[in-house]
């Protein structure tokens, strides 16, 4: 065990890709600072000190037709979220802006729903090219389940990147969602891929999973080929079917991120919505393996003051 973590690292940097069983050791590992500081090590050899910022706008918000036990937007629970089926123009690009302006290279229209409704489609495009009009950043989409025709038509409009998470591992997913499948999920991330888009994926953690049910999760997105994965950490919100479950510890969301980072050390590890519940303590994420955020609010939750995530980050160099 005194050996596993200096082994592990020196087969990472070799190009050998960590095991299930490995990172099962690694999980137990009984000096669990020391891993999240070898997890920074090898951020900083596979990633250096770049760090990437982006943002997404809440396109569609509520009204949605499954059951996801954790999400505020399902039209089967009640639980207080905005209910729109379109933004603002004036508003996303107000987003668009502040984003641009903090330092985000990317934004991404995000829309409630199984799928986004392809007669908005029209209004997306009117969007997407004001902001690549008025702005430089790189455009994404998180439009739910996707099929080819769509897909095309993203790219048509200049979406670069699909996002579309996992949410927890292949073998706990019917726990949390039964109005769709992990596979759908997965279709989807080769269907965008299909038609040129970069993949982002990932999960949340604190969904009552084990740490070998977040280990199994990177394995999945290891196995797709993501590059950016985005960690989101379980905010528990009243009238969800996992309202009631307590915020998961600090502790446990370092070794997570550590634990990521081992397992895909060529991605982009990207802390996203619930990382405001450590307080302070969420940037220590950043030396834990995390080399991304998702800056200002996020879908019904608030975020952190851009200004402050700067300020810290410029802080940790």
């Known amino acids: ?24 050791l690694l999980a137990r590992y009984p000096d669990q600072p020391k891993l999240w500081a070898a997890a920074d090590r090898l951020r900083r050899r596979f990633q250096g000190d770049y760090f990437h910022l982006c943002a997404i706008i809440s396109a569609r918000s509520g009204a949605c037709s499954e059951d996801c036990r954790f999400c505020a937007q399902s039209a089967r629970y009640r639980t207080g979220a905005p209910v729109y089926a379109m933004i603002d123009p004036d508003e996303a690009m107000r ?22 409704d392809k007669a908005a489609l029209p209004h997306f495009s009117v969007l997407y090219e004001q902001i690549r009009q008025e702005t430089k950043l790189e455009l994404c989409a998180s439009m739910g389940l996707l099929d080819e025709e769509m897909a095309r038509q993203l ?5 670069s990147r699909y ?24 279709e989807t991330l080769k ?14 953690i ?26 989101n950490i379980h905010t528990p919100i009243p009238g969800t079917p996992l309202g009631q479950l307590k915020p998961l510890p600090l502790n446990d969301v370092l070794s997570a991120v550590a634990l990521f980072r081992f397992l895909n050390p060529e991605a982009v590890i990207r802390m996203a919505g619930g990382r405001q519940q450590l307080g302070a303590d969420q940037y220590r994420c950043f030396a834990a393996g995390a080399n991304g955020a998702i800056v200002g609010n996020y879908l019904t939750t608030q975020g952190n003051p851009a200004a402050q995530d700067i300020a810290r980050l410029r802080e940790m160099g």
């Open 1 to 24: 065990m005194a050996d596993l973590l200096r082994d592990t690292f020196s087969a990472i940097t070799e190009g050998k890709a960590v095991s299930r069983e490995t990172a099962l």
């Open 95 to 116: 987003v668009a802006h502040s984003s641009a302006a903090c330092g985000a290279e990317r934004i991404s229209l995000v829309t409630s729903g199984r799928a986004a």
């Open 155 to 159: 790219t048509a409009m200049g979406v």
């Open 163 to 186: 996002h579309c998470n996992l949410e927890t591992c292949a073998r706990r997913f019917n726990e949390i969602c039964t109005t769709h499948t992990w596979q759908e999920k997965v």
């Open 191 to 204: 269907t965008a891929a299909k038609t040129g888009m970069s993949l982002c994926s990932g999960g949340i």
């Open 206 to 231: 604190g969904m009552g999973e084990s740490m070998e049910d977040r280990i199994e999760l990177a394995l999945e997105l290891r196995a797709l080929g993501i590059r950016s994965i985005p960690v």
